[in-house]
């Protein structure tokens, strides 16, 4: 009888704040080896994950398939939750319910003849995904977590270990991505964060409520707040941000692309993908996965029409605002932007009397 060997089996768990949108997926790496005992290298192989409530003989709750090649170290990467579904819906598992294992299967012919390699209990980690259902909302200085409440007085900002609170009361999740913390949602503040007012802030289409789902549209001096453009990294310019974080500049925006790129299996324009939050909501076209946590949403741009404010794009662009002048004098800034029709990102430069989103990145 043949044996086939899954080595160095292991999960990384992808973890969000509490107010960030929890990723549905689980990092999953492993070592292929065949029944001789040598690596696997470079071939395609099928593997196979059930998870089961209870126990590794307790109801099946979801199961999926991947087809990967390994690499010339006969690793493979991939994330369950993300596969070939075969049953169950990964997104709508209460995980809750009681203790889930997870159940490992291997084809080295990349068919379905599958080897059962084992079981693992998905202890501790995993249940982060739980949080997900959890209601969560900020309203009139008071946080609403499940049927749970806290008051948080408005006025002075700061940070917390998962939040960041701005002036004006609004609280934002934040999300690390390799070594970079960042706000995981677009800024709101009409305020700076001495109080004083904000002048060249604006809600989409002179509407509060989109505002409150996309966040607020400023120019590109009332993000900088008078300070000298720069491409350092970090920028050192606080700018329109909170107390502890400051406005990106293109440098940093390219180190957030350069890892999204060498860590989440993406090649070409597929880093726009796994910053981009998922379904219809907030993009014309599902083709976000927001695997980072970062949450991108197509917040759309204002921009000066006949003399009077214009606003466009709505679920289909979205622009980021950095410290980067595109030259000495000039009367444009640079800007990070997502696509709605395809997931690519692009630096490119914009008028700075546009009024586009602001995320901020933690000193």
Not at 63 to 80: A, C, P, R
Not at 183 to 189: D, I, V
Not at 268 to 273: A, D, E, K, T, Y
Request: proline share 2%; hydrophobic share 35%.
């Amino acid at each position: 009888m043949k044996k086939f060997f899954l080595v160095g089996f292991g999960l990384a768990f992808i973890i969000s704040q509490l107010v960030a949108q929890v990723p549905q997926s689980i990092n999953y790496q492993t070592v292929v080896r065949n029944s001789s005992g040598q690596l696997v290298k470079d071939q395609a192989v099928s593997l196979k994950f059930s998870i089961h409530l209870n126990s590794a003989t307790g109801q099946e709750v979801y199961s999926e398939k991947h087809v990967k090649t390994t690499n010339q170290f006969g690793i493979v990467n991939l994330h369950v939750g993300k596969g070939s579904v075969l049953s169950g819906d990964f997104e709508t598992i209460n995980w809750g319910a009681g203790k889930m294992f997870l159940k490992t299967f291997l084809d080295l012919s990349e068919g379905d003849n599958f080897t059962e390699m084992g079981t693992a209990e998905m202890v501790s980690v995993p249940y982060a995904l739980h949080a997900g259902s959890i209601y969560v909302n900020y309203s009139n200085d008071t946080l609403y977590i499940g049927d749970q409440a806290i008051y948080l007085p408005s006025g002075g900002g700061g940070s917390t270990d998962n939040t960041v609170t701005d002036y004006d009361g609004n609280v934002y999740g934040t999300v690390t991505i390799g070594t970079q913390t960042w706000l995981a949602e677009n800024l709101k503040s009409t305020h700076y964060a001495d109080g004083n007012t904000i002048s060249g802030v604006f809600d989409y289409d002179n509407n509060a409520s989109i505002s409150a789902s996309y966040g607020k549209l400023y120019t590109w001096q009332a993000a900088m707040r008078g300070a000298s453009p720069n491409n350092n990294s970090p920028s050192g310019i606080q700018g329109v941000c909170p107390t502890g974080y400051h406005l990106p500049s293109i440098s940093e925006w390219e180190t957030l692309k350069n890892y999204v790129s060498a860590h989440y299996e993406v090649g070409g324009g597929l880093i726009g993908q796994k910053l981009k939050i998922s379904g219809t909501t907030f993009w014309e076209t599902d083709n976000g996965t927001n695997e980072t946590g970062f949450s991108a949403k197509g917040a759309g741009k204002m921009y000066i029409l006949g003399g009077d404010n214009a606003y466009d794009y709505l679920k289909e662009q979205t622009y980021f605002w950095s410290t980067t002048e595109l030259s000495s004098n000039d009367e444009q800034a640079m800007w990070f932007k997502f696509y709605d029709s395809g997931v690519v990102t692009t630096n490119s430069a914009t008028i700075k009397t546009n009024g586009i989103s602001v995320r901020c990145v933690k000193d």
